[in-house]
């Protein structure tokens, strides 16, 4: 590694440190967080914003459609062609869905990734916690034929470091040192473990209790579905991020069904990465003695499922058109409107947080924006 020491001023706990910084790295000034819904990728976004503010003088851009960076944020948007690219700081953003403008920053050398992934049957079961949302609801949205979508994208990108969850839940400090040298630091395993304690379970779940009194004590009511999905604007947890049963909790939560059809949907996916999956579906199928019309209408659950994950990557060119499709076809629209992350203490109860917490436009599009219920 081309490397160059620098002596950090930035610490805010006073110390000096020693960091090697990558000299290749100069044209480099964004990182995406692509990572896997459920699968640490707030995490990595964590951990990756406090390196670059640290080290590389860097910010935080919150969640970020596909859309909205490539209209603001991307090199190539006119009003950063003709900026200085060294006086321009680093930043670091989240997002889920792969997009062309991300692809295009990625081959181009100006930006990097970092992606997570998780036993997809885990991310199912803790989406519909998250969610509040039915098995048989999610499928009919799409969501799990986006998420193998997603995976295919950030998997074809250059420049993209792949953590596995479940190793970042057993090394965190490992995890720590892979993201900081991605970046081009040459952290200390001390420090590494430093950060990775900042960012341990049990402190981003003293992070989301905090959250949550602010809400309760502001009044909002956490049951309504509107409500269900607001985020802190700085570190984008949800005040319902972390929930009971980790890693391979679906075998428990999963109906036998259910099992069928995510065997028949990601099976191979599974099993290219690791994981055990079930027998093959016809097999299951004949053991619990299926009847045909429940293997048609499970033919036609993934076929909606399907559609309707097409019709979202459509929608991100042809909007109208796409509406105008689920209209026809009676499907209920899978892309809530906008949320704004809550960034107040002090907003009355009853007040529309669509507006009282408006931060900046393009945040994560399959939140509710959250509205209090009275």
Known sequence: MARRLRLDRNDPTGKRRLVFVDSRHTRIHDVIC???????????????????ERHLRGERLGYLTGEAYAAHFTPFFRREVHADVERR?????????????FARVLSSGQALAVYAYRDIRDVVFSLMHKRSLAFEDLLRQGMIHQILVNDRFWRAQPRVLIQRYEELVADPVTAVVQLARHLGLGVTRREAAEIA???????????IEALRRRLENAGIDLTAPGNLRICDPVTLLHWNHLRPGGTGSWQTDSRFSQRVLLDRLCGTWLRANGYTSEPEAAALAGKAGYAS??????????????????????????????????QLLGMADSDPEPVFPWTS??????????????????NEPEILAPRPVS
């Open 293 to 326: 019309g429940v293997g048609l209408r499970d033919d036609l659950a993934l076929a909606v499922g399907r559609l309707a994950s097409l019709l979202r990557r459509v929608a991100r060119h042809c909007p109208r058109t796409a509406r105008r499709v689920r």
């Open 197 to 207: 304690d900042d960012f341990s379970l049990e402190s981003n779940q003293t992070r």
């Open 345 to 362: 203490d002090v907003t009355p109860a009853g007040w529309d947080l669509l507006h009282a917490t408006r931060v900046r436009a393009g």
């Open 34 to 52: 692509g990572g896997m819904y459920r699968a640490c990728s707030t995490w990595q976004y964590e951990v990756v914003g406090h390196l670059i």
């Open 89 to 101: 700081s680093w930043r670091v953003l989240k997002s889920h869905e792969g997009h062309r403008c």
